[in-house]
């Protein structure tokens, strides 16, 4: 690692209501910066995030992991300290403590399902602690799955003053991939 000053670390959080892909989305995030060179799966209890033992046993996450993974923008180096946190209602506390410390969130949620109640209450800590937040809608590849839904659901539930910078190309059994709105290339 070459020496990164500190302007360029940034800790970001993923954060969501249980299932939704927090620890799925992480191990991407890891594979693709270089990190891990295998996409871990929680189902199959080989995801990196989930190293508790109880937690690959029961595919779910149980406490706040922390990784690093680093991303170069215009050929400045940058370290991303990724915190997973827990999804499950059990652990909210556990989601609170790490919310301390972020720069930002990724708020994850289910294409299908939308808003869930954890997602509430994950999004009103981050609130408390003046967290900036991007959202991410993720399996959009389900059966059921609504990116217009769940969006509206950010907005209406959350209060959220979210803006679409990607939007599918398709749903379900017929996502293609996103259209990206700024680029506005998909």
């Known amino acids: 690692m070459a020496n990164i000053s500190l302007d360029k670390f940034r800790n ?3 954060m969501a209501h249980i299932d939704a892909g927090k ?3 992480t191990e991407r995030v890891l594979f693709y910066t270089g990190v891990s060179h295998k996409i871990g799966e929680v189902h199959e209890g080989t995801a990196t995030m989930d190293w508790m033992e109880q937690e690959q046993e029961r595919g779910i996450t149980i406490t706040s992991a922390a990784t690093t993974c680093f991303w170069k923008r215009n050929g400045v180096e940058h370290r991303i300290n990724i915190i997973d946190t827990p999804g499950h209602v059990d652990f909210t506390m556990e989601v609170e403590r790490s919310l301390r410390v972020l720069d930002g969130a990724v708020a994850v949620f289910d ?7 954890q997602s509430e209450t994950v999004w009103r800590q ?3 602690y003046g967290v900036p937040r991007i959202c991410f809608i993720n399996k959009l590849d389900r059966a059921g799955a609504s990116f217009e839904r769940s969006f509206k659901s950010i907005l209406t539930r959350l209060g959220a003053n979210a803006v679409a910078l990607q939007i599918p190309i398709g749903e379900e059994d017929q996502l293609k991939g996103v259209v ?3 680029a506005m290339k998909g």
């Not at 294409?111 to 109640?117: F, I, K, L, R, S």
Request: hydrophobic fraction near 40%; charge should be negative; proline fraction near 5%.
């Open 12 to 14: 970001i959080g993923i």
């Open 23 to 25: 620890t799925t989305t």
């Open 126 to 128: 981050a609130d408390k």
């Open 111 to 117: 294409g299908v399902a939308g808003v869930e109640p």
């Open 180 to 182: 990206d709105l700024i």
